[in-house]
């Protein structure tokens, strides 16, 4: 079978989850080529030795220019910090690959026009990694709207909240705080996570019109991991803000990296009409559903039997479930990046995936709603989406 060469930029936490997705998928999907680990980029050799080794990359490199520009490489994955994004993605549309690139785009959208544009004019085909629309009970939510399961929709609701930066002695920026460094962010919690909120809500409930947010930030002086020295911190600890959608209806997001206990708890609920959907990623194997009316009719359904309903979204009837186990045996978070490369290839080859995947110019969509909500939180005013 054909190869499809993959060259890797980044070796942390994404850089693993999508070498394995790279590896797994040809196992579970039938796709028109053979992803390859070609070479991995890194800047430290010990550590990109490690990690070849571990995820069996045919080659190391440590200049990722000269990566981007090998004729042997068919397709870059861009899993690098956010400030990297913008000249990796533009190197490798220049260069004619097929790109892959985390989310949040960019720092701020005027760099991910600059993408959309060499992207567009290179031709090439695109990825973003919004990857929990690739969770089966996500894409379960996009099915039953569709099936008009929730009428006109009144409200969309979403949490995104974690609780790792609580302490005033978590040091800001090296490998692991870089999330913490504005320079290197762009944003705090807008961009990290709330960005992945926004996607999903854009696409599950069509777009946002107008935000009014308040970020922020608790600990406004940390410990610099590189230098040792005091740093202000300028980035957004915690975000909130409420949104108008084109379609008339009302949302209000909420993000935090200071909520004591959640982890990973990004939720999202859709009211409508007709019913009601709600998903929490901290039971990534459940939808939960309320039925009211039946969505031909319009005729109501609610009886003294109707309650949320929790669907164990393992039946090969789910989507992405006839790829994996038996009915009642879940999967995990690696396999939505293994459903997100299979959806990526099979729309790039003409195939036909679940579900179309965000390409750049939908990640840049999402930053101009992000940098609309950082602008109404410094202005302390509603801001227009236009
Ligand atoms: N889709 C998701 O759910 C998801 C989850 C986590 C992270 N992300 C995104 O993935 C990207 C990477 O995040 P991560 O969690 O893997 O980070 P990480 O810190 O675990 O890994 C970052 C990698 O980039 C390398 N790197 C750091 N600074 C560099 C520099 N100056 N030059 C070259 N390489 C450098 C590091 O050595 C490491 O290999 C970010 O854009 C992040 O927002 C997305």
Not at 348 to 374: E, F, H, N
Request: glycine fraction near 8%; include cysteine; aromatic fraction near 10%.
């Amino acid at each position: 079978m054909k190869r499809l060469n993959v060259g890797m930029l980044g070796t942390g936490f994404m850089g693993r989850a999508h070498s394995n997705a790279f590896n797994q998928v040809g196992r579970f999907f039938e796709l028109p080529c053979q992803p390859v680990l070609k070479c991995c980029y890194g800047r430290n050799v010990e550590t990109l030795k490690a990690f070849q080794k571990t995820w069996g990359y045919e080659e190391i490199a440590t200049d990722w220019r000269a990566l981007v520009e090998s004729d042997e490489i068919d397709l870059i994955d861009v899993c690098t910090p956010n400030f990297l994004h913008k000249d990796m993605v533009i190197a490798a549309a220049e260069a004619g690959k097929m790109i892959v690139c985390e989310k949040p785009l960019a720092m701020n959208y005027a760099e991910a026009q600059e993408m959309v544009a060499a992207t567009e004019k290179a031709g090439v085909p695109t990825c973003v990694s919004f990857c929990y629309r690739r969770n089966p009970s996500v894409m379960l939510f996009k099915q039953i709207v569709e099936e008009n399961r929730i009428g006109r929709p009144f409200h969309y609701r979403a949490t995104y909240d974690q609780d790792y930066t609580i302490s005033s002695k978590v040091p800001v920026g090296g490998a692991a705080l870089w999330r913490l460094d504005a320079n290197v962010a762009g944003s705090g919690v807008t961009g990290d996570l709330l960005a992945h909120s926004i996607d999903c809500a854009e696409w599950l409930n069509g777009r946002i019109s107008r935000v009014c947010a308040h970020t922020e930030i608790f600990i406004k002086e940390r410990t610099n991991a590189v230098t040792g020295e005091k740093t202000p911190i300028t980035i957004d600890d915690a975000c909130m803000f409420m949104a108008i959608f084109e379609n008339g209806s009302v949302g209000v997001f909420e993000s935090s990296r200071y909520a004591r206990g959640r982890k990973n708890f990004n939720t999202m609920e859709m009211n409508g009409e007709n019913g009601a959907c709600y998903f929490n990623l901290e039971e990534p194997e459940y939808l939960q559903f309320f039925r009211y009316a039946d969505p031909k009719t319009g005729l109501k359904v609610e009886d003294h039997l109707t309650g949320w309903q929790k669907i164990l979204v393992t039946n090969s009837e789910h989507p992405y479930m006839n790829r994996y186990w038996v009915p009642g045996t879940v999967i995990g978070y690696e396999h939505y990046f293994i459903n997100q490369i299979a959806d990526f290839i099979l729309q790039a080859s003409g195939g036909t995936p679940v579900a179309p995947v965000p390409t750049i110019a939908d990640g840049a969509r999402i930053q101009k709603v992000c940098d609309s909500v950082i602008k109404s939180a410094q202005e302390s005013r509603w801001v227009e989406i236009e």
